[in-house]
């Protein structure tokens, strides 16, 4: 992998961390990609379950039952031939990706001025906090407010990670990229294996929570932080930014204070002026259009079509194939987000444009119903995986490699709202597309 003579690539003044310090960033970023994402990728793999969980003609729970609705309640009846929920699994999606959203278009501008390691406390309490809602909750919109606390964990974690990745070198965005698909898989796997063996939903999703814990000991004990990484100290007037040899300054007394710090004593994001980091937006363009486009195109399929992509006469029941789409589909996101060691594809468009004729075709088959059995969907959805995650982790590399050593913080942090434009539009679309089908 290209090294350059730059804070991104040799983040330490004495020279290149030794190989342990590098295996140890590389895997603590692994697993602040899986963690990061494990609450993000249950929730919608529990999206069929979150809207069954409660009878929607009966808004109201006896409290002399039950402390909570099952979610495995029955559904309502429909006449629809696709066996609908009445709410659409992308009203799951769009819950579990607005938050994100925002967090990515506002904070990008400010979040320099919050310390990494507030933002990994933030993150972890949003995350266990959405595990509890969605497990007690006794009715759905509680669910939907779980799954919020998870999107904006998740966002929060997705761009202050990638930001952090600048003071590292770059091959922890390859650890990152393949945490975020170990954690579809992961979280796929165990959701569907907790529940085929027959734990409700929320046993399985309380379970969940070892997630939230193991994101703080990743940062805090796993990354080895180089002396560039601003931390937080309390001062008189409240925190105060330090470096790594500014912290042996003030352990040392005063006869170290004349020496020479490495460092500035702001993050690089606050060397940019607005209209600097407007007119860098701008050239994101070319790499935010694509990741826009293959999210939308994908999550169209998963959460507008896959529900409604059911084979009657296969073993698997209908909310069984469901939790398999997602497995699947997860499992070509962790293979082609691992790949970057081994190939790099620089034509990122033609991967989005070759996922936009996945979602046609399998709309195609929503309407026309051609595909013989469940195993060709199987196949179709690993590949949609692939062409997803190959876009993300190239897009971001490619950021990282091309941007200024001064620009590219922001840059990676800002880039992030390409995926989450994408999920949420996907998110809206699925609605009427739900509603079409299912009034047939």
């Known amino acids: 992998m290209e090294r350059t003579a ?3 690539a040799d983040p330490l003044p004495s020279g290149a961390p030794d190989r342990v310090t590098q295996w140890r960033n590389w895997v603590g ?17 529990a999206a069929h379950d979150i809207l069954k969980k409660q009878d929607p003609g009966n808004a109201t729970v006896s409290s002399s039952s039950t402390p909570a ?4 309640a029955v559904n309502s009846s429909n006449s629809s031939r696709y066996d609908c929920n009445p709410v659409t699994t992308g009203a799951v999606l769009l819950a579990d990706i607005l938050p994100s959203f925002s967090i990515k278009l506002i904070c990008p501008f400010m979040i320099h001025k919050v310390p990494y390691g507030i933002r990994v406390l933030l993150c972890t309490v949003a995350t266990a906090a959405s595990f509890l809602l969605v497990s007690f909750s006794s009715a759905v919109w509680m669910s939907i407010l779980g799954v919020s606390f998870a999107s904006f964990g998740s966002g929060l974690g997705e761009l202050s990670f990638l930001s952090l990745s600048t003071y590292f070198s770059r091959d922890v965005l390859g650890g990152w990229s393949s945490g975020t698909g170990g954690a579809g898989v992961a979280g796929a796997v165990l959701y569907s294996v907790f529940t085929q063996a027959g734990l409700s939903p929320r046993v399985s999703l309380l379970l969940m929570l070892f997630a939230p814990m193991a994101l703080l000991l990743s940062y805090f004990l796993v990354l080895v932080p180089p002396p560039s990484l601003h931390q937080w100290t309390v001062g008189h007037m409240g925190y105060e930014a330090v470096g790594s040899d500014d912290r042996q300054h003030l352990l040392g007394g005063a006869e170290n204070e004349e020496q020479d710090k490495t460092a500035t004593d702001t993050p690089i994001g606050d060397r940019l002026t607005l209209t600097e980091k407007l007119h860098t937006l701008k050239g994101l363009l070319r790499f935010m259009f694509p990741l826009t486009l293959v999210y939308l195109a994908e999550y169209f399929i998963n959460q507008g079509l896959m529900e409604l992509l059911y084979f009657p006469r296969f073993f698997l029941s209908h ?9 699947l589909y997860q499992i070509g996101v962790f293979v082609s987000r691992s790949s970057l060691c081994c190939v790099k594809i620089r034509k990122v468009l033609l991967l989005s444009l070759l996922q936009v004729v996945n979602a046609v075709v399998l709309l ?3 309407q026309y119903q051609f595909l013989p059995n469940a195993w060709v969907l199987f196949a179709i959805i690993f590949y949609e995986g692939l062409l997803g995650g190959a876009t993300y ?5 490619f950021i990282s490699k091309e941007s200024e050593d001064r620009r590219r913080e922001f840059s990676l942090a800002a880039a992030s709202v390409g995926d989450s434009l994408g999920i949420a539009l996907a998110g809206l679309a699925s609605f009427p597309v739900h509603r079409y089908f299912c009034s047939l």
């Open 6 to 8: 730059s804070l991104n």
């Open 29 to 45: 970023f692994w697993l602040l990609g899986l963690c990061n994402n494990f609450a993000y990728v249950v929730m919608l793999s």
């Open 69 to 72: 609705v099952d979610f495995q």
């Open 319 to 327: 909310a069984e194939q469901y939790r398999w789409y997602q497995m």
């Open 364 to 366: 195609s088959a929503v």
């Open 393 to 397: 982790v190239n897009v971001f590399y």
